[in-house]
């Protein structure tokens, strides 16, 4: 049985933005609602933090998520101030990466993008950010196996192959955003 204090936390990482949002729109269908969600380095899984629907109006809500990160504090509330005056609220709380936005409003058809472009152009970010991951992690890995050789410690080498295999994991990601990319034309 639910309480009204009761809490949700779900550490989880996705590499498709829109099963994200029907995940979302399943744990609200479930009686949760979501609260606030962060990750410690906009790599990793991210924690979302949910509590119980408190009145049957929330179950309404629609959830979008868009991909940007900001240089500057005044871009990012200029940004979060454009979705807010089109019935948009954000439970984003940082300016980088992903940001999670939430309507109430059953007239908005659910969609924070006027048109295809902008999807597109949000997944395009996406493989951006992935192949800067992606060359870091190579470059990194070199550095470490030109140690190992250097100093003939395994660690280094240890450390390389972990670096390899976390570019393994973008490389994947990277695909499935430019196939949802491609999708998108």
Not at 91 to 105: E, Q
Not at 113 to 121: A, G, L, Q
Not at 156 to 180: N, P
């Amino acid at each position: 049985m639910l309480t009204p204090n009761s809490i949700k936390k779900i550490n989880k990482k996705f590499s498709s933005f829109t099963e994200e949002e029907h995940w979302l729109q399943q744990m609200l269908l479930e009686g949760w609602i979501l609260k606030t969600y962060n990750s410690e380095d906009d790599v990793s899984e991210y924690t979302y933090r949910f509590e119980p629907i408190h009145n049957e109006e929330q179950k309404n809500r629609i959830y979008k998520i868009d991909f940007r990160s900001f240089n500057r504090k005044k871009d990012y509330l200029e940004f979060c101030e454009i979705f807010e005056d089109a019935g948009w609220t954000s439970l984003s709380n940082h300016w980088m990466s992903k940001h999670i936005f939430y309507t109430d409003d059953p007239q908005s058809h659910g969609m924070i993008f006027s048109d295809i472009e902008s999807y597109r152009e949000r997944e395009k970010r996406k493989m951006n950010d992935n192949l800067l991951f992606i060359c870091l992690s190579i470059i990194a890995s070199a550095i470490l196996f030109v140690l190992y050789i250097t100093f003939e410690r395994s660690s280094f080498m240890g450390v390389s192959l972990l670096s390899l295999a976390y570019c393994g994991k973008h490389v994947i990601d990277y695909y499935k955003h430019r196939k949802m990319y491609k999708i998108l034309e």
